[in-house]
């Protein structure tokens, strides 16, 4: 097929030899087929932010670290350099997460470069060398859920154990080939020690898996995995290798209304102290 646009710096360079086919165009990215040497892999060309519809929420940066203080200081602003800096933060965060969980032996497509806004990264095929189907595309029995499950808790487990969560985990983020579940789709992985909604997001990936294979074998719906992940992780027991039960025990015990009010109490009047000081020392 005719070389896009934005492949062509990766063709004049000799990264890739020739585009085959158009896999896949999404909402944050165009996906091709490409041919380097004897190799048959996946080019992503992410979109400009004007035409994607995907929204770079605050929540999903929060704890991103950004090495550069002037392009920390821009990225804070709104003139065109600052949104330029943002959005190569953006993009660069998925490519930090791919690479960053395909060495912790995350199941993710092996990535091979960075050019230009476009990734070029290992074609996930199945056992006939086509793309592989996302999760959603395929009928499970309920063994093969139970299964798939298993494996998909175990990628969550290790992929927090390297420090990331997905953030939008879901059977459309999910491709299965020869061997199985493979995680894709990064670009809103979340920092788990430095972003205050990491747990919650971790629970609803989780969730949103169990809800899926529940479809084809019902008693995984009562497991509760994203709580018993997160408590281990809190206490610092999580490792890849972690063996997990898909049970947590809720807090029974009922909260003391009366302590929780005079913290808060306590709180409001400590902050108006502190108020009538700054204005006192305005008098002044």
């Known amino acids: 097929m005719r ?3 934005r492949l062509q710096p990766l063709v004049d360079d000799g990264m890739v030899d020739e585009v085959l086919y158009q896999l896949m165009s999404g909402k944050e990215a165009q996906v091709y087929v490409v041919r380097c040497g004897d190799q048959v892999r996946c080019a992503k060309v992410f979109k400009e932010a004007r035409k994607r519809s995907f929204k770079q929420a605050v929540e999903y940066q929060e ?30 965060a998925e490519v930090d997460a791919l690479y960053r969980l395909a060495e912790a032996g995350v199941r993710v497509p092996e990535p091979f470069g960075f050019v230009d806004g476009v990734l ?29 499950y298993a494996r998909v808790i175990a990628e969550v487990v290790r992929m927090l154990c390297a420090g990331l969560i ?8 999910v491709l299965v080939d020869g061997q199985g579940p ?47 992940i997160w ?23 009922s909260a003391n209304v009366d302590e929780l009010m005079a913290v808060i109490d306590a709180a409001k009047e400590e902050e108006s102290e502190r108020q009538e000081r700054l204005r006192d020392d305005d008098d002044e």
């Open 231 to 253: 408590a281990l992780y809190e206490s610092g027991d999580l490792h890849p290798e972690s063996r997990l039960t898909g049970c947590f025990e809720h807090a029974t015990q």
């Open 120 to 148: 070029l990264m290992e074609l996930v095929g199945d056992d006939q060398g086509n793309a592989a189907p996302r999760l959603d595309e395929v009928t499970l029995t309920p063994d093969q859920a139970r299964d798939y």
């Open 182 to 228: 493979v995680i894709i789709d990064l670009p809103q992985a979340v920092n788990a020690a430095g972003n205050n909604s990491a747990e919650r997001m971790l629970e609803r990936d989780v969730d949103n898996m169990r809800r899926y294979f529940g479809k084809f074998a019902p008693e995984l719906l009562l497991t509760d995995y994203g709580k018993e």
């Open 3 to 5: 070389v896009p646009e």
């Open 166 to 173: 997905h953030g939008d985990l879901s059977e459309f983020n």
């Open 63 to 92: 704890g991103r670290k950004v090495r550069n203080s002037r392009r920390a200081r821009a990225m804070g602003k709104k003139t065109r350099y600052g949104q330029k800096e943002q959005e190569s933060a953006w993009l660069n």
